[in-house]
């Protein structure tokens, strides 16, 4: 079995998420493709990434990310930073050689998107998006249905992502609530996750028609550099300017003739971490739910009429990845799981010579339809989504 070197550049919850794949994953998927090494890590500060070390199993830390760029140990970059940063990082680890793994959104726009793809384009190099949630076996079951023609040809994509950690006025202007550093709002954060799902379902997006909307305008100046996700203080104090959508909805038409519609907002109360989608085909429905994320529900239209309705499929041995996971149906999974299956099919692709998906072309993809949905919010018309040159 062959050693990779990793280095992770953030050591916030997308790196506890990553470290926890690292180690784990050649423990469900064995004999594992290669062996994540915990190399080094980087931070903000010396601090900071000693006790990020010390915390996620690294050997090294550094404060400059561009130590693990330049270092010939290294053999993966692992990009885990708020968005502004994506691009610089994952450019000069492409002209270094080295293979990339990048948290969603790929970038901030699809400028900088486009830059990120063409670092990487025309290399031999295995680059990876981190849309995680396709890797939910459920989500995989429901592409297999899909493409064996079991529900038919596809008419109706509906998909939410709602949550509610930032529906209080008084939780922290952490970055994500940052134009300069996220990008955009709930848009990037969650509604890529969503956008991810279309695609990789349905098809490509053809042309949007969207609504944005902020509802809190300003929020408590954040204390300290982690991102404290939603954790109300009191209110008291100087407050910074939010200059992102809380919220946006948008139409979608795809390419192969079906309509839908995708929602997504960090400001609903009672809703925790609601990604959904609803499938309708020609010859049954899918329905997918992630916060009961081991369950599929499927309703075949040939089914007969006496016990016609939808059923539900427990996800396990049967069924995609189920192998590398637990012996029991409905034993359950968890978040961690699917950067478990994340990181095997990362490194199944380093070591096995080919590539994976999602990669920096459907990174960028997205960014045009987040920047399609954008601009339709703000010209109140339907929006053409362009594709990407290969």
């Known amino acids: 079995m062959r050693n990779l070197n990793v280095g992770l550049i953030g050591g916030g919850f997308m790196g506890k998420a990553h470290s926890l794949a690292y180690a784990a994953m050649p423990m469900f998927f064995w004999p594992a493709p290669a062996q994540p090494v915990r190399k080094t890590i980087a931070e903000a500060t010396p601090e900071l990434a ?21 270092d010939p140990e290294i053999d993966v970059v692992d990009i885990a930073t708020p968005n502004h940063l994506h691009a610089e990082i994952a450019i000069a680890a492409a002209e270094a050689g080295k293979h990339i793994i ?16 063409d670092a990487v384009k025309n290399t031999d190099l295995v680059h990876m998006v981190a849309f995680n949630y396709r890797r939910t076996p459920a989500v995989a079951l429901a592409k297999k249905y899909i493409d064996e023609g079991a529900i038919g040809r596809i008419t109706n994509f509906r998909g939410t992502y709602l949550q509610d950690w930032s529906a209080d006025p008084s939780s922290p202007l952490s970055w994500r609530f940052q134009k300069s550093i996220a990008g955009s709002g709930a ?61 946006f909805m948008t139409l979608v038409r795809f ?8 929602e997504a907002t960090r400001n609903a109360h009672g809703r925790n ?29 040939g089914d007969p009429a006496d016990r016609k309705g939808f059923r539900t499929v427990y996800t396990g041995p049967a069924h995609p990845y189920g192998d590398g996971l637990w012996p029991i149906p409905a034993l359950g999974i968890g978040y961690g799981e699917t950067k478990i299956i994340e990181a095997f099919d990362f490194f199944s692709a380093i070591a096995n010579g080919g590539s994976v998906s999602p990669n920096f072309a459907d990174g960028y ?22 594709r990407i040159e290969s």
């Open 50 to 70: 000693n006790e990020a070390a010390r915390r996620f199993g690294f050997e090294r830390s550094t404060s400059d990310w561009r130590s693990i760029i330049d």
């Open 102 to 117: 990048c948290e969603k959104p790929l970038a901030r726009t699809g400028e900088e998107s486009k830059a990120m793809y």
């Open 187 to 247: 848009l990037g954060d969650i509604g890529t996750h969503v956008i991810d799902m279309a695609r990789y379902l349905v098809g490509e997006v053809a042309a949007v028609n969207a609504v944005m909307s902020t509802f809190i305008s300003e929020r408590p100046l954040q204390s300290g550099g982690a991102d404290s996700l939603g954790k109300a203080r009191e209110s008291e104090g100087p407050k910074g300017a939010v200059d992102v959508d809380d919220e």
């Open 255 to 262: 390419d192969n003739g079906a309509v839908g519609s995708v």
């Open 273 to 301: 971490n609601f990604l959904t989608f609803e499938i309708h085909g020609t010859e049954g429905s899918i329905l997918f739910n992630y916060e009961r994320r081991d369950e599929l529900q499927v309703c075949f239209a």
């Open 365 to 386: 993809q997205v960014a045009l339809i987040d920047d399609a949905i954008i601009q339709s919010a703000q010209s109140d018309e339907w929006v053409k989504v362009p």
